[in-house]
């Protein structure tokens, strides 16, 4: 089993800043990507960012400048710094990996729990 364990969301103020994490754990070869989607009810979840081993990121366009996203291919951990948050950043975030289980040969899409990120006006 593989499980996806977040942490970080909370309550800001706009303007602020909150880091978002997302460890991995289980039976690991490795995981392909990491990386953040946020989601607010009734709508689609959408890409924040993602990170592909080996260095090339994506960011979403309303978060760029403002979020970094880095990840830790020996912790198999995925961070997301978020700044100078707005009040339409509200949503909760989802931790997404791309990994390879023990055993097998291919990439399993895995999902966290979601951390709930509120910013106040």
């Known amino acids: 089993q593989v499980q996806l364990v977040e942490s970080g969301g909370g309550l800001v103020q706009a303007g602020g800043s909150l880091r978002l994490s997302c460890a991995a754990s289980g039976s690991i070869i490795r995981a392909s990507s990491m990386g953040w989607y946020r989601q607010v009810a009734g709508d689609q979840r959408e890409l924040v960012a993602n990170?592909?081993?080996?260095?090339?990121?994506m960011y979403a366009d309303a978060v760029k400048g403002r979020f970094t996203v880095s990840m830790d291919t020996a912790k198999i951990t995925v961070y997301l710094q978020m700044n100078n948050l707005k009040p339409e950043d509200t949503a909760v975030y989802y931790c997404?990996?791309?990994?390879?289980?023990?055993?097998?040969?291919?990439?399993?899409?895995?999902w966290g729990q979601g951390t709930q990120v509120t910013v106040s006006s």
């Open positions: 990170v592909i081993k080996g260095g090339s990121i």
């Open positions: 997404n990996a791309h990994i390879q289980r023990a055993g097998t040969w291919y990439d399993t899409d895995y």
